[in-house]
């Protein structure tokens, strides 16, 4: 990455890329001074070279990197990877536990359960990069806008958030979810609808203190443009928060889809979700243990490592919040 | 003071006429409608039966006019007949699920609050020894793990391999066990997070040192002076904690088959029944809203540097 042209990488969205893709960017960005971070960070010159040792050292926080990415891996070769297709059905062979020939056991029409499993890391990984790609494009904009713009507009954003902060986040996403239908594509837009408030006000906050720093003011003496300064020099020096709460809001994301799924208004059935798993096989808990208990595994594992990843990077971004 | 508190209790009138007004939208605003079959490729109905029924539902008038006569309803505790449950009104349904829902939330609540300021306290006394480390992976594992995987973990152990709780039903205080403790589990572990920050934060502040000076014992620099200013960062976060209580008690409901306002509210999304739906969110976000207050309201008489 390291290698990749110095112009390619001027680019907002790059720099919500994991840290090591934004160092080429932060080093053009010289002129943009960094006098506003702590004193440590600037001795050492790059806020995320920096960062990424601190993450380095954080070991839990590595062992769920690394199991992310597992995840991941297991998520794009999920085709080559499982024994069976996720729809082939057996009845000759309903509900049985693992064996040698179905290593996690068979469902209730008699389909592969670790081949199941395999496909619902592609829908897991897949919403919770997705809607979290969605709601920073959302909520990125509409926060500096408000923030930047300030007077009538923001007064508007800000009682719409406090609304919408009165709404339990879930209950309003199974709503949107039950008006729309189940299907991928409709998590996608409910977790958007719902999800770009939270880092909206993440970016509006930070806006709003960063434009009022004197490198701002420079830059529009020198003849910076409204756009110039909002994508040049206000947001990547707003975008630790931003990075931050990406890497909390993917698990939500992941939990928020299993939730959907578990209670049947998330994905569409044949498709493997290891929520909608959950919700089904925790009927037949009693005689047919496995069925809930793999895909609940899986669950916790992708949230504990996401959490572990996201305390590491938080910790490492912002040395003052611990 | 007491400008304040009115000031806030008018607030939540916007408040919920929004949500209200959003719900409502979002119900209206899609295809599909409650006179559908709910089978599918069962016989349409005819036309003339889905005027009928459109009229006495009122579903035939403009939507503005159905929003109007909604609110003005349910301003006098009249939510209609539910759709799915055609002989009993939402109101009742509401009065028989609601208590049931509170109790659950009620206990899971005060476990949360008593085992998280608990962990909390023996994580930050105790810090970086064995029972910070305990209390942390508890508080990590209930924070992440949704509490339906949770639930799963919790009936496997409790029920099966050793069959101390029934796997479900409301009947005895037996089975109110396994169904708080899913539902307590996430917001313990942030509360436990919360009290270990802010207690070694107060451990390490200078009137700590001072009662230390002046002789007082371990117990009482703990719990009478530490634990007092620990405990104010902590209220803060009762609010979002009965969202959180509130969200999570439909999964819990229907994994424990408790015959909450979760389960019905559930059901209700799948059925289309528009009366349930707007009577339950409603509901959730009234009580929310005034929890929220009465959070504030607390806050403010626990650490008197707080006016209004």
């Keep these: 990455m390291a290698l990749s042209t110095p112009a390619s990488g001027i680019k907002l969205g790059g720099g919500l890329r994991p840290p090591s893709d934004t160092s080429p960017q932060e080093r053009l960005r010289g002129q943009s001074p960094r006098s506003n971070e702590s004193g440590e960070a600037a001795r050492s010159s790059n806020l995320w070279r920096d960062g990424l040792r601190r993450l380095r050292k954080n070991r839990l926080a590595m062992a769920g990197g690394v199991v992310i990415l597992l995840l991941c891996l297991v998520a794009v070769f999920a085709d080559v990877l499982a024994p069976l297709p996720y729809t082939k059905t057996n009845f000759g062979r309903l509900n049985e536990a693992p064996s040698r020939e179905f290593p996690l056991g068979t469902d209730q029409v008699g389909r592969d359960l670790l081949s199941r499993m395999i496909y619902g890391a592609r829908v897991s990984m897949l919403v919770g990069l997705g809607a979290q790609i969605i709601v920073v494009l959302i909520g990125v904009p509409i926060g500096a806008l408000s923030g930047y713009l300030g007077g009538r507009a923001d007064i508007c954003l800000t009682r719409f958030i406090d ?109 493997p979700s290891w929520g909608q798993m959950v919700g089904e096989g925790q009927q037949y808990i009693r005689s047919y243990w496995h069925l809930c208990v793999f895909p609940s595994i899986a669950i916790a594992i992708t949230m504990l490592s996401f959490t572990f990843f996201g305390d590491g990077v938080r910790d490492a971004l912002d040395p003052k919040l611990k | 003071m007491f400008q304040y508190i009115v000031a806030r209790a008018l607030w939540l009138v916007p408040t919920l006429l929004a949500m209200a007004l959003v719900t409502f939208l979002v119900m209206h605003a899609t295809p599909g409608s409650p006179l559908d079959p709910v089978a599918e ?54 009065r028989e699920t609601f208590p049931v829902s509170l109790l659950l939330g009620a206990l899971a609540l005060a476990l949360a609050v008593v085992g998280g300021l608990a962990l909390g306290i023996l994580a930050a006394v105790y810090q970086n020894r064995m029972w910070d480390y305990v209390s942390v992976s508890l508080a990590t594992v209930g924070v992440a793990v949704p509490n339906f995987v949770l639930a799963v973990f919790l009936i496997i152990l409790f029920s099966f391999v050793v069959p101390l709780f029934p796997t479900g039903g409301w009947n005895s205080p037996r089975d109110w066990v396994l169904p708080t403790v899913t539902l307590a589990l996430a917001p313990m572990g942030i509360i436990a997070r919360f009290t270990r920050a802010s207690m070694l934060e107060v451990i390490r502040a200078d009137f700590t040192l001072t009662a230390r000076a002046k002789g007082l014992g371990e117990r009482a620099v703990i719990f009478k002076h530490a634990l007092k200013n620990a405990f104010i960062p902590v209220v803060t976060l009762l609010g979002p904690m009965f969202a959180a209580v509130g969200t999570g008690s439909f999964f819990v409901e229907s994994i424990f088959r408790v015959p909450g306002m979760g389960r019905f509210f559930v059901l209700s999304m799948t059925g289309r029944d528009y009366p349930m739906i707007m009577a339950v969110i409603l509901t959730y976000g009234a009580f929310l809203a005034v929890m929220n207050l009465v959070v504030d309201l607390l806050y403010g008489a626990l650490d008197p540097r707080i006016r209004y």
Excluded at chain 1, 177 to 199: C, E, P, R, Y
Excluded at chain 2, 63 to 71: C, D, G
Aim: charged share 15%; aromatic share 10%.
């Design chain 1, 163 to 271: 609304v919408m902060y009165a709404f339990p986040r879930l209950l309003f996403v199974i709503l949107v979810m039950s008006a729309l239908g189940a299907g991928l594509t409709n998590i996608f837009i409910a977790i958007g609808l719902t999800g770009w408030v939270g880092i909206a006000r993440q970016t509006r906050a930070q806006v709003l203190a960063i434009k009022e720093k004197e490198f701002v003011d420079g830059a529009r003496a020198l003849g910076a443009g409204f756009g110039r300064l909002l994508t040049r020099h206000i947001l990547p020096n707003a975008l630790t928060p931003i990075v931050v709460s990406v890497t909390f809001g993917i698990p939500e994301a992941i939990f928020t889809e299993a939730a959907l799924s578990f209670i049947g208004v998330g994905i569409n059935p044949p498709t």
């Design chain 2, 41 to 94: 490729g069962a016989n349409p109905l005819s036309p003339e039966a889905q005027k009928n029924l459109a009229e006495i539902y009122g579903l035939d008038k403009p939507l503005p006019e159905q929003f109007a006569i909604f609110l003005g309803k349910a301003a006098r505790g009249d939510f209609g007949t539910s759709f799915v449950y055609k002989t009993r009104t939402v109101a009742e349904i509401l």
